[in-house]
C-alpha cells in the first residue's frame, strides 16, 4: 500500500511553532550551533517506495533562521507490482521552502540513495525574499554498493523575490534518456551532488567562476547567488568537496 504524508516546519524568531509529521518522516528539534533553530529529519519507516507521495514544507518567518538536517541518508526503493500491472508506480518526494524577508534557512539533509529497482521523481521548490539567504545541499548516490542504480528524476526551481533564481532538472538510471552516465555528464561516476548559496551580499560582491578539483566547478548565478556541481566516486568524496565549496561561499 502507497503512503502519502507531508511534513511541516515553521521558523519564527521566538521559535517553531509548527512542527508536525505523520507517515515516514518525522521530525525533531534538536540542539543548534549558533543561533538559531535546527530541526533534524528522522526516517520512521523505509521510504520512499513506489507509489508513495511525501512532501516537506517549511517556512522561515522574517528574520528567522533555520537548520533542516537529517538522521540518516534516504533510501529511495523499489515496489512491489500491483496484480495485474506491468510496473509499479513511480514514488513522489516533494520539497516546498519558503524564506521570508531577512529569514535564513540552510536545508542539509543527508544523501538520497537511488537503489536497483526503485522509480523516484524528487522536486524541490524554492520561494525566497529578496533579503533572505539560502545553503542547499543536494546529493545524489546511484546505487548502493555493487548494484545499478535505479530511476531517479530531480527537479530544483528557486525564485527570488518573484523572479527565477534557478531552474534545473536531472534524470539518471535506467529510465533516463541515454548518455546519463557517458563522458559528458557522470563519466562513470555514482555520486553527483550541487550546493546552491543565495543571498544578498552577492549584489555586491558576485563570485567569480571556479574549478574546484577535476570534477566539480563553482559557477556564478544571474542574480545573487552561486551553485556548485559535482560527481565523484562516492559519497564520502562528493561531501569533501561540497564542504570545501561550503567553506569558500557562505557568507562572505
Excluded at 2 to 15: K, L
Excluded at 148 to 162: C, F, I, M
Amino acid at each position: 500500500m502507497s503512503v502519502r504524508a507531508t511534513t511541516r516546519i515553521v521558523a519564527t524568531r521566538e521559535g517553531l511553532p509548527v512542527l508536525a509529521s505523520d507517515g515516514p518522516l518525522a521530525v525533531r528539534r534538536t540542539r543548534a550551533t549558533g543561533t538559531g533553530h535546527r530541526v533534524t529529519v528522522v526516517g520512521a519507516m523505509s521510504a520512499p517506495l513506489g507509489g508513495d507521495r511525501l512532501a516537506i514544507e517549511v517556512r522561515v518567518r522574517d528574520g528567522a533562521r533555520l537548520t533542516v538536517d537529517a538522521a540518516a541518508a534516504t533510501i529511495a526503493l523499489p515496489a512491489r507490482i500491483p496484480a495485474g500491472a506491468d510496473t509499479a508506480e513511480p514514488a513522489h518526494y516533494d520539497l516546498r521552502l519558503t524564506v521570508d524577508e531577512g529569514g535564513e534557512l540552510h536545508w542539509l539533509p543527508e544523501q538520497l540513495v537511488s537503489a536497483r529497482g526503485s522509480d523516484l521523481r524528487m522536486r524541490t521548490t524554492v520561494e525566497l525574499a529578496a533579503t533572505a539567504r539560502l545553503v542547499l545541499r543536494e546529493e545524489q548516490i546511484l546505487g548502493r554498493h555493487g548494484e545499478e542504480p535505479g530511476t531517479l528524476l530531480t527537479r530544483l526551481t528557486v525564485r527570488r523575490a518573484g523572479r527565477p533564481l534557478l531552474d534545473q532538472e536531472l534524470r539518471h538510471g535506467p529510465g533516463a534518456p541515454g548518455g546519463w552516465d557517458g563522458g559528458a555528464v557522470l563519466g562513470g561516476h555514482r555520486a553527483v551532488g550541487q550546493l546552491l548559496v543565495a543571498g544578498p551580499e552577492f549584489e555586491e560582491k558576485p563570485a567569480q567562476p571556479l574549478l574546484l578539483g577535476d570534477t566539480a566547478v563553482l559557477t556564478p548565478l544571474a542574480g545573487p547567488g552561486v551553485l556548485v556541481t559535482a560527481v565523484a566516486a562516492d559519497a564520502l568524496a562528493l561531501r569533501r568537496v561540497l564542504d570545501e565549496a561550503l567553506r569558500l561561499t557562505a557568507y562572505r
